[in-house]
């Protein structure tokens, strides 16, 4: 019903905005992820989800389209709601969360606050087909990828260095250089930890 809303930011807060159109105050929730793309100039356009339920009406604001439509494949899948993709997308970036899913990546959709293995394996088996398709990713290029970034986190694990920052890290040489080989990031990785 409401695809856009484009105003004056007069309120941002990492969970939420607000956006002034024509005297009429809208408050989107909001990700992290779209928290930290927001800039900090009065006019702003966030793409908008709404959402209708009984106990209440709800708008979701993201920077970009690709947010969004992720958002609404995360709430598509039985027992994720909206407050679930939403705490997914502060926790992982879109393309984290559509690389971890076209790549079966179960701990990677694990680690967000509040999903279970089980969880995270309905994510992936519903989503697998549709995140490929739509996105058009190469499963062959991801298996790849995946081998040499798999060995240079249990590398870096091994070297004592936390999961998480890990993988932030791993995942940004990783998406810098697909070709990369395990040595590659793993020295990259060092240099940046």
Known sequence: MITHIQGKLTEKNPTNVVID???????????????SQIPDQENLK???HFQVREDAHTLFGFASLVEREIFRLLISV????ANTARTMLSSL????????IASEDV??????KGIGLKTAQRVIIDLKDKILKVYQIDEASLSVNNTNKDEALSALEVLGFAKKQSE???DKIVSAQPEASAEIIIKQALKNL
């Not at 039985?78 to 709601?81: A, D, E, F, R, V």
């Not at 970036?93 to 971890?100: F, L």
């Open 78 to 81: 039985s027992g994720i709601g």
């Open 93 to 100: 970036t879109p393309d984290q969360v559509k690389e971890g």
């Open 168 to 170: 932030r890290v791993v």
């Open 21 to 35: 159109v024509n005297g009429v105050g809208y408050f989107l929730n909001i990700s992290l992820h779209t928290y």
């Open 46 to 48: 966030l793409f908008t």
């Open 107 to 112: 701990a990677l959709i694990q680690s967000v």
